[in-house]
T-cell receptor
Framework: DVKVTQSSRYLVKRTGEKVFLECVQD?????MFWYRQDPGLGLRLIYF???????EKGDIPEGYSVSREKKERFSLILESASTNQTSMYLC??????????????FGQGTRLTVV | RKEVEQDPGPFNVPEGATVAFNCTYS??????FFWYRQDCRKEPKLLMS???SGNEDGRFTAQLNRASQYISLLIRDSKLSDSATYLC????????????FGKGTRLHILP
């Protein structure tokens, strides 16, 4: 089974802190994604990555950065956490589209609260 | 126009009824289509892929109309355990391989 693991289920951070959310997948997938999910707004794409050291902005990249130094790991960084970044963060991975009609697999989510 | 649009619901449906969800997408170059299911406080999980020819998995039938940029999901003989949020998902299109989710449709199956 594909496994996508996020480092924390729950996290509480203070405003202004630098926050790292880690995601690891064990299926050698090329693509990895970070979303945030908020009530009434659904899942919104923050950043995604096609390959090691490659990244693309999603729909709401402001206030975030990412790092993909190894294929299996995709990190989301909140440079200076703010209260409006309190949310559920979901990481996903998938094979590349060129490999066929393949779905994304999700981690269990990290519920981040910024106080 | 939003990239992927769904009726948010909630749909309150008696057990045993048939329920249909619809979804429209804006990027005509989109390449892959899916329905995901998300239970409360859980991550989304794949329900089924959607193919141009239409496809069925037990009580679930998915249809894709590329000309109208429209995707549907039909659930027959609904069960209490079908209560969840159903997410329409579109992948690819153009030069990138984004995976875009609709906001989801909440379904409550009533006993």
């Amino acid at each position: 089974d594909v496994k996508v693991t996020q480092s924390s289920r729950y996290l509480v951070k203070r405003t202004g802190e630098k926050v790292f959310l880690e995601c690891v997948q064990d299926m050698d997938h090329e693509n990895m994604f970070w979303y945030r999910q908020d009530p009434g707004l659904g899942l919104r794409l923050i950043y995604f990555s096609y390959d090691v050291k490659m990244k693309e902005k999603g729909d709401i990249p402001e206030g975030y950065s990412v790092s993909r130094e190894k294929k299996e790991r995709f990190s989301l960084i909140l440079e200076s956490a703010s209260t409006n970044q309190t949310s559920m963060y979901l990481c996903a991975s998938s094979p590349s589209l060129s490999q066929g009609n393949t779905e994304a697999f999700f981690g269990q989510g990290t519920r981040l609260t910024v106080v | 126009r939003k990239e992927v649009e769904q009726d948010p619901g909630p749909f309150n449906v008696p057990e045993g009824a048939t329920v249909a969800f619809n979804c429209t997408y804006s990027n005509s170059a989109s390449q892959s289509f899916f329905w995901y299911r998300q239970d409360c406080r859980k991550e989304p999980k794949l329900l089924m892929s959607v193919y141009s020819s239409g496809n069925e998995d037990g009580r679930f039938t998915a249809q894709l109309n590329r000309a109208s940029q429209y995707i549907s999901l039909l659930i027959r003989d609904s069960k209490l355990s079908d209560s969840a949020t159903y997410l329409c998902v579109v992948r690819g299109g153009g030069r990138d391989d984004k995976i875009i989710f609709g906001k989801g449709t909440r379904l409550h199956i009533l006993p």
